[in-house]
């Protein structure tokens, strides 16, 4: 969740011991917030056209550079790196100490007190052009410090820094929004930010009425975040929840190491998280779509939200459930939040003149406030600390022309032993109207989880169900349950307008092998959807590392290319590698980028739809492959699945010659058998439709097996007539209309 705070938070640096060095600090003046103190002149420099200073720690607070020159900091690196040091006094009385370095280029490094503090500096640089780093807190208390800078030439071109200020104030640098949301963040790194602002890239699930599959506008889309916060589709804020545990003083959200997307009907991945609150509470946040329709108005899609929280512990519990609408969005922008007002007879926040968030039950208490208004300590965060503590009034409306104003709703709870209390609010996500006449206001509160969840449900049975539905079983869960988990985390992405126009091929592949032709031809013609093969990824293995993070789509990348060359145990390893190590943990979600050092999210989306459709076509093609006009059955299965006792089962398998009812392949301790299934077989069981006649796979070049394994073969009957001779090969061809195989072993020899 998303701590919705005005965390420009005062700093005040504490006295600490005197530095070493002696170059005498310049004492500065304090004052008010907008006092500024340039830094231009008195610097120590020194060229470094090698790496001296780096190993020979120039950055350190007691090295003599006596002998340096002084000068500017203005001066060019020129093609050479050099350095730059200075000590500076940090005021007491600034309510911030703000370090800011203007017209950075090429490559600047800074140490403090002999600590790197920031690297490549003009990588770091916000929307005016200047980066800003905070001092007091990099002093670490200490009211002296020593700036050390390395500038040597980059990828742009010869390094410099062209001003130097010490400020009291960020904003004259910070015009953009997001830029004030990231240095907040930088104050307080402590707090549960969202990826984005922590600069680890964005992280979703998308959910919407899957009716609206082929509108890639996303008009019915939501966005939920890995710690439970959701944005809508058209409203502008996003929402999160919060629990403030009374006994222990201490304000939960969910860390992404405890967030868990829950899959439902098999290919619906639905957004809930669940995060253990210390060892008082458990927290739990989920979101389901619904469409509410009605004879005199146009239908509207709402995410009906539901918290739950548990007293885990056998004494009774207090806690405060904050509800928290703020500009804040998981997809990595800030959306503008000038105006929030509450109107309590309809339990309803507005959001910019329309209504927003309506509450299932009258919160106990309510506040609103601006971003960065100095009348308040901050913004919703310590708004909702503070009113569920009674040491703020309650304010049910706030105004910032800025767009970032914060509400929050707290709910009082006393729960008894391994007692649950539950919490439902509804945020529109499309059709939202322009007013709340109490019929509607009723409606939308009439709307109920489990009638959305089933709403929801139905549908993508609907979407997904027919005669190219898929059924497979493997010996392996985990890729059998990731198979379709990935089906719905594309299916969604898609309804949502989150695949990229470059991906939509990919997509169009996995989806038409998966067996959702209708989704996949209307992103590509069928041919082009067959015809798309891996492209090769050299110098990748299961758990490669490029550019400093896992990229598990192209790890997938080199299981599907193992899996057309038939290399079923080399894909089975980047698999099975990637299901130990997911990005979401029970979702089998994976992100675009992940962090090396942590395993977690460190970019991209998540769920990545590049990810997700290069797992289905690699499992796929394990499976069943087409080469040319030849149709493989089984091409890629790795021995781990093929043990005495295993079985794989798969049916109603579209390929690019038709739909193959499927097969069963089953190993025992003396034989192995492949059976072929029919199209009435597969009826009569229950999996599925009867395929018609015209829609049966019927290649060219007939179907072919490779008997897995290196086992010797004692003898091959195919429909009970047995061959002549096996191939040295180990590859059978078969009859289009074969019913069984059944491959006989030679018995083993063990050593005398």
């Not at 209390?421 to 009439?446: I, K, N, W, Y």
């Not at 959305?452 to 539905?469: I, P, T």
């Not at 015809?531 to 293995?541: C, D, I, Q, Y």
């Not at 009569?684 to 019927?698: S, T, W």
Request: glycine share 10%; aromatic share 8%; proline share 8%.
């Amino acid at each position: 969740m998303i701590p919705v705070a005005g965390l420009l938070l005062a700093v005040a640096a504490a006295c600490g011991v005197s530095a070493a060095g002696e170059n005498p600090a310049v004492a500065l003046a304090t004052g008010s917030a907008t006092v500024i103190t340039d830094l231009d002149d008195g610097w120590r420099i020194r060229a470094d056209p090698g790496r001296a200073g780096v190993t020979g720690r120039w950055d350190a607070a007691g090295l003599n550079d006596g002998g340096w020159a002084r000068g500017a900091l203005s001066r060019s690196a020129a093609g050479e790196a050099v350095w730059f040091r200075r000590w500076v006094d940090v005021p007491a009385g600034w309510p911030r100490v703000v370090l800011v370095l203007e017209g950075v280029a090429g490559r600047a490094d800074l140490w403090v007190n002999g600590v790197a503090a920031g690297r490549d500096l003009a990588r770091q640089r916000f929307s005016g052009g200047a980066c800003l780093l905070d001092l007091a807190r990099l002093a670490a208390g200490k009211p002296r410090c020593l700036l050390a800078l390395r500038v040597a030439k980059g990828d742009d071109g010869p390094g410099a820094i062209a001003v130097a200020r010490m400020a009291g104030d960020p904003r004259p640098w910070l015009p953009d929004a997001r830029d004030r949301l990231r240095f907040a963040s930088s104050e307080a790194p402590d707090l549960p930010w969202p990826s984005w602002v922590r600069g680890e890239g964005t992280a979703w699930t998308a959910f919407a009425d899957p009716d609206g599959l082929t509108d890639q506008g996303g008009a019915s889309e939501g966005l939920a975040g890995w710690r439970g916060e959701l944005e809508g589709g058209e409203r502008l804020g996003a929402v999160s929840c919060w629990l403030f545990d009374r006994g222990a003083g201490r304000l939960y959200a969910a860390p992404p190491a405890a967030s868990t997307l829950r899959l439902e009907g098999r290919y619906l991945p639905l957004p809930i998280v669940t995060v253990r609150a210390g060892k008082t509470f458990a927290l739990t946040v989920g979101y389901w779509p619904y469409v509410l329709t009605g004879a005199d108005r146009p239908p509207m899609t709402l995410a009906v939200g539901e918290v739950v929280v548990d007293n885990v512990s056998d004494r009774p519990r207090e806690a405060d459930l904050i509800i928290v609408v703020h500009p804040f969005s998981v997809s990595g922008e800030v959306l503008p939040v000038r105006r929030v007002r509450y109107d309590r007879a309809a339990q309803t926040f507005w959001v910019n003149d329309r209504p927003a968030l309506v509450l299932a039950g009258a919160p106990d208490a309510v506040g609103a406030a601006a971003f960065g208004d100095d009348a308040v300590p901050g913004g919703a965060w310590v708004l909702a600390q503070a009113v569920a503590r009674g040491e703020l009034p309650p304010s049910r409306e706030a105004e910032d022309p800025s767009g970032l104003v914060s509400a929050a709703a707290v709910y009082h709870l006393r729960i008894q032993p391994f007692g649950v209390r539950t919490q439902s609010f509804r945020l529109f996500l499309s059709g939202t109207p322009d007013a709340l006449p109490p019929d509607l206001v009723r409606a939308v509160r009439e709307v109920d989880r489990t009638a959305g969840w089933k709403e929801v449900r139905a549908r993508w049975q609907k979407l997904v169900a027919g005669k190219e539905r898929v059924f497979l079983r493997v010996p392996d869960k985990a890729v059998q349950e990731a198979f379709y988990a990935s089906t719905g985390h594309l299916l969604v992405a898609l309804a949502a307008g989150r695949v990229a126009n470059a991906d939509r091929p990919l997509a169009a592949a996995a989806l038409i092998r998966s067996g959702h032709a209708a989704t996949a031809t209307a992103l590509t013609d069928a041919a082009a959807a067959w015809a798309l093969t891996p492209a090769p990824v050299e110098g990748l293995s299961a758990s490669a590392v490029v550019e400093g993070a896992w990229h598990p789509a192209d790890a997938f990348a080199g299981a599907w290319a193992a899996a057309r060359a038939g290399d079923g145990e080399a894909a089975r390893r980047v698999l099975a590698w990637w299901l130990a190590h997911p990005t979401t943990p029970g979702a089998f979600a994976w992100g675009a980028l992940v962090d090396p050092a942590t395993g977690r999210h460190a970019g991209g989306a998540l769920p990545d739809p590049r990810a997700a459709a290069r797992f289905i076509c690699s499992l796929r093609d394990m499976l069943l492959r087409e080469d040319g006009d030849v149709l493989w059955l089984a091409p890629g299965l790795p021995g781990a699945w093929m043990r005495p006792g295993d079985a794989v089962d798969v049916r109603h398998l579209p390929t690019a010659f038709g739909i193959l009812p499927g097969f069963v392949l089953a190993s025992f301790p003396n034989e192995m058998a492949l059976r072929r299934l029919s199209a009435e077989r597969v009826a009569n069981r229950g999996r599925g439709p009867v395929i018609e006649p015209r829609d049966l796979a019927r290649p060219p070049g007939g179907l072919r097996w490779r008997v897995p394994g290196t086992r010797r073969i004692r003898q091959v009957l195919v429909d009970g007539v047995r061959l002549a001779e096996v191939p040295a090969d180990r590859v059978l061809f078969l009859p289009m209309e074969f019913r069984e195989v059944r491959v006989a072993w030679r018995p083993v020899r063990l050593p005398e």
